[in-house]
């Protein structure tokens, strides 16, 4: 396995040059951000979807941010919330410097103080990746505001593997809540979905009603 990942790795072309400046920003500063073939995943989907619409749950330094905003056409939107304003002053710093600050707005608000009231609709994408606690929340909150046939794409379905093992009495918080979101995820009557293995464990569901 380690060697096909290895092999993967190598063959894909590098990332844009400020992904790769905000990997080492954020290993530097401890700060959490998905996985690399994550965010190759994620410009996927906004390339074969022309993908103009997105929201975003979970800023930190906003490396998926530019990942999605490098893949969007011309005056494509996101939308990303995140209340904590230091990190994303330094995540507008990156999308100045790829020219992609006019199409991105970040909302330095509470996720579900801001969903229970957010204003737009028809979707092509909302990605989540904040806390996990309230996933089922976001997840509640974010479908309706999709298109049909727009996908939600939830980082962190495996946290490290923990959440595949047995259940334990010392399991953290986030733990026990993913194993409870992965399932109503699966099994959401809205949505077409799943889990792979990719990352730390990425879920893409497809809005069916």
């Known amino acids: 396995m380690e060697e096909t990942l290895h092999y993967l790795e190598a063959v894909h072309p590098n990332p844009h040059p400020l992904l790769l400046e905000l990997e080492q920003h954020g290993r530097k500063d401890g700060i959490p951000i998905v996985a690399r073939d994550t965010g190759r995943l994620l ?52 999308f ?70 047995p259940p334990r009495k010392d399991d953290s918080d986030d733990v026990r809540a993913m194993r409870a979101f992965n399932e109503y995820f699966l099994r959401h009557p809205n949505l077409d979905a799943t889990i792979l293995p990719l990352g730390d464990g990425t879920g893409i569901g497809a809005r069916i009603k």
């Open 43 to 94: 410009s996927t989907l906004v390339h074969a979807m022309q993908a103009n619409r997105i929201l975003e749950i979970g800023t930190a330094y906003g490396y998926s941010t530019l990942w999605m905003a490098l893949a969007q056409p011309p005056a494509g939107k996101i939308w990303t919330v995140d209340p904590d304003y230091d990190r994303t002053e330094v995540a507008m710093t990156y």
């Open 96 to 165: 100045k410097r790829a020219g992609e600050d006019d199409y991105i707005e970040i909302i330095n608000t509470p996720a579900l103080q801001l969903l229970e009231n957010f204003p737009q609709r028809n979707l092509d994408i909302v990605f989540i990746d904040a806390n996990k606690t309230e996933y089922a929340s976001y997840l509640d909150l974010a479908i309706p505001m999709l298109k049909l046939s727009g996908v939600v794409v939830i980082d962190n379905c495996l946290l490290d593997g923990r959440v595949a093992g």
